[in-house]
């Protein structure tokens, strides 16, 4: 067992496995990973978190204001759909990766490596914007349903 300090968040998070975090008052807790781990699970935590309950509309009919709302009918279908959509994206990334490795993809044309290439960076960025849309719905719907308990 080693005990590093380091200011570098970088070096921190591709050499530790475990994090000791000083969180106030006498407080400390580990985490499992590195410095983003950390972030990430401590917004994760906090999103987690029961808001207090919100006030009574200044009508009185009881009804909350604000607060998580449910997934749209649109958002539903989306989520539903997201993972067969990063499923058919990452399936063409591998074999669109395995089309440029082969030893005759040369022989395609002139433009064939950089017409591939630009369809990896934008498979790359479609995966990305996917994962995150997944996320920020399945947050949605995890607060929906951790208010409504």
Same mark, same amino acid.
């Given at each position: 067992?080693?005990?590093?300090? @380091?200011?570098?968040?970088?070096?921190?998070?591709?050499?530790? @496995?475990?994090?000791?975090?000083?969180?106030? +008052?006498?407080?400390?807790?580990?985490?499992?990973?590195?410095?983003?781990?950390?972030? #990430?699970?401590?917004?994760?935590? +906090?999103?987690?978190?029961?808001?207090?309950?919100?006030?009574?509309?200044?009508?009185?009919?009881?009804?909350? #204001?604000?607060?998580?709302?449910?997934? $749209?009918?649109?958002?539903? #279908?989306?989520?539903?759909?997201?993972?067969?959509? =990063?499923?058919?994206?990452?399936?063409?990334?591998?074999?669109?990766?395995?089309?440029?490795?082969?030893?005759?993809?040369?022989?395609?044309?002139?433009?064939?490596? &950089?017409?591939?290439?630009? #369809?990896? $960076?934008? =498979?790359?960025?479609?995966?990305?914007?996917?994962? &995150?849309?997944? +996320?920020?719905? +399945?947050?949605?719907?995890?607060?929906?349903?951790?208010?409504?308990?």
């Amino acid at each position: 067992t080693v005990l590093l300090v @380091s200011h570098d968040r970088a070096f921190l998070d591709n050499v530790v @496995s475990s994090t000791l975090v000083f969180e106030g +008052e006498g407080q400390v807790n580990e985490y499992v990973g590195g410095y983003a781990d950390w972030q #990430r699970q401590t917004r994760q935590a +906090e999103a987690a978190k029961p808001k207090p309950a919100p006030k009574a509309t200044a009508s009185g009919n009881g009804k909350p #204001r604000g607060g998580p709302s449910k997934l $749209s009918y649109k958002e539903q #279908r989306e989520l539903d759909a997201l993972p067969a959509q =990063i499923e058919a994206l990452e399936t063409e990334q591998v074999e669109t990766a395995e089309a440029m490795a082969q030893p005759d993809f040369h022989e395609r044309g002139p433009g064939a490596y &950089e017409t591939a290439q630009k #369809r990896m $960076s934008a =498979i790359a960025e479609e995966l990305e914007a996917a994962f &995150e849309r997944w +996320e920020a719905l +399945e947050t949605k719907q995890a607060a929906y349903e951790a208010a409504r308990a």
